[in-house]
């Protein structure tokens, strides 16, 4: 029987995990839930790679991760006897087997979501899936500045300092937001995002919504590729990894 | 300075507590906390008297509480203050000064709903504020079930076992079901409700809703006042308080 490999798309309730990336054996996260599900329905040494490693705190609608199995059972049900194994916040929506040519760092396109609860009192339904920001915001500024992120930009200044790579230039496809009800929902595009870089594009929108830096900053600050210059890296809390296409 | 009357409308998340009830001091409901949030704020012993006695694991969107308080605060000062010794998962959406007239066990008018979570795959996000259930269901079954239920009816049959209570007719202003994406949604207005008539109206109509039962069967449940003839009593926790009218 050859190893077989297969994709699978999960989503889970960030809060109670210190992110996806395995560390140590005493620290939960995501990826060492999923590893150790898998090796108790498979019954030997299981190996996730995820195509993110979202941070501490941060919750996914479809992340997309690499399984290598010596099975016999089709995708379905192994997947059924993986998710029975899983902790009630993590779930693999979907599974398919797939070829030794599929690459799990080739992802082309990667949707995230931000929602911000904007609104004088606290969030409680949302108080784990939202950021609890209640000033002013003003919403077309907001808009003005997500337009100046489209584009292939060297995004240094928006990198997050444990990030070690060299190469910081992406391109976002679109970026976008709105208000519904008490939420503010951001939405970001691109075909790759350095450590931190969302949250910290949330935190500069924020400065411009609240008024204390104008939309046209947002080309300076990308010019400068100075961290410094940049917002705050918004809270994990309000993060969504929506989806991600190969 | 007398002591003044304020109601209030608490939301809360009701996964982390024994329902609203205060019980002994060792066990942790909803009524417990407001009163030791209020007694912080006001300096003096507090007791909070609530509309609706939700069960252990029930959320509410809008339960009434009529709190008695010796403050020169107006009614928002108080609320926030009070918010802010609250823990996350409860909160008062509103608070105004109330007359000697008012009286909290004169509600007319109360709504619950209840979500069921009816895709083959648990629930994820929605994991506390649904009950999982997949099975095929006819929601239009389940619609014409609902029917019957409004009116002035004797729902003995639909009584938990705990409720003493001798007088078990209540009037059912309206009673729906209808499906929203992967969620089954039913709602329910009414005068007043029995202890666990909700969750045991909820769990009759899914018997329908699979098939087991005809929807007229719901007529002879109600005639029988015999709670061995109605369905189970749903899971907690997907019911909902959701207003109380005065």
Redesign the interface.
Same mark, same amino acid.
């Given at each position: 029987m050859p190893i077989r490999r297969f994709r699978m798309t999960l989503?889970? *309730?960030g809060t109670a995990y210190c992110g996806w990336q395995r560390q140590r054996d005493s620290i939960s996260t995501v990826q060492r839930q999923v590893e150790i599900a898998a090796g108790i329905i498979l019954s030997h040494p299981v190996i996730v790679d995820g195509s993110s490693r979202t941070d501490s705190g941060v919750?996914a609608q479809g992340q997309v991760a690499v399984l290598r199995a010596d099975t016999t059972l089709d995708a379905e049900r192994l997947r059924r006897a993986i998710?029975s194994r899983l902790p009630? *916040?993590? /779930?693999i929506?979907d599974m398919a087997e797939v070829s030794e040519n599929f690459n799990i760092r080739r992802a082309k396109h990667k949707r995230y979501r931000y929602l911000i609860w904007a609104d004088r *009192? =606290?969030p /409680? #339904?949302f =108080?784990h #899936?939202t950021y609890h920001f209640y000033k002013d915001l003003d919403i077309q500024r907001m808009q003005d500045a997500c337009r100046h992120f489209v584009g292939q930009h060297d995004f240094n200044a928006f990198k997050g300092v444990k990030d070690k790579r060299d190469f910081t230039v992406r391109t976002i496809f679109s970026c976008n937001i709105h208000r519904r009800g008490p939420l503010v929902i951001f939405g970001v595009e691109g075909n790759g995002f350095l450590f931190h870089m969302v949250r910290s594009m949330v935190g500069t929108v924020l400065e411009i919504g609240r008024g204390h830096w104008h939309p046209d900053c947002i080309p300076e600050i990308i010019a400068s590729r100075d961290r410094e210059r940049a917002g705050p890296t918004a809270m994990p809390q309000g993060l969504f990894l929506q989806w991600i296409r190969f």
């Open positions: 989503a889970y *309730d919750h998710n009630e *916040d993590i /779930l929506r *009192d =606290r /409680l #339904f =108080r #899936f």
